[in-house]
């Protein structure tokens, strides 16, 4: 692994200069701390486009309210934040229903999330919909995993973000 200096601190051994030496490394750590809470700001918003390019481009069945519902939350205090997706039904689009999600799963559902509960299997299930009040037939839905792959284009993107704001220091 390789890193670049990032800041050189030059001092004598004197009292004086020891003591302009911290004042500076304690101006540094504030600057990267700022530069760090930026960064989360950016990957979050970025993040927020990317996770509804996802929904709209994994052909995730959508009446607009799973797409609206995607937003970033922040947490200045913690300096942490997040993108999310408030809207009741996102898991499952996130990672399937029944025996046709488990015939396409979600990359990391395998011990964490059991696709027929009720153990359905191809008989299906009925359920009414708030769409149009009608009731309708299924036996599932595939893993269409748009919060997934957002973490995943963030991850390799964070790197990149990071290094633009250090070069603006």
């Excluded at 990267?32 to 069945?61: F, N, P, R, T």
């Excluded at 922040?74 to 997040?82: A, D, I, K, N, S």
């Excluded at 027929?116 to 839905?141: A, C, L, N, P, Q």
Aim: overall charge negative; hydrophobic content about 40%.
């Amino acid at each position: 692994m390789s890193y670049k200096v990032l800041k050189s601190i030059n001092m004598e051994l004197s009292t004086q200069s020891i003591n302009n030496a911290i004042r500076e490394i304690r101006e540094f750590r504030k600057q990267l701390k700022d530069i760090c809470w930026e960064l989360v700001k950016v990957l979050a918003m970025e993040g927020v486009e990317i996770a509804k390019m996802q929904v709209a481009s994994l052909e995730a069945v959508d009446t607009g309210e799973l797409e609206n519902s995607i937003q970033g939350l922040f947490f200045p205090q913690e300096r942490v934040g997040y993108v999310i997706a408030d809207c009741k039904y996102a898991i499952y689009v996130e990672y399937g229903t029944g025996i046709i999600g488990q015939s396409a799963p979600h990359p990391e559902a395998e011990g964490k999330w059991d696709y027929d509960v009720r153990g359905h299997g191809i008989e299906g299930w009925v359920y009414k919909s708030d769409k149009d009040g009608e009731f309708h037939w299924t036996v599932g839905y595939i893993s269409r995993p748009f919060m997934y792959n957002t973490m995943r284009w963030l991850e390799e993107a964070a790197p990149d973000r990071m290094a633009a704001l250090l070069a603006q220091m």
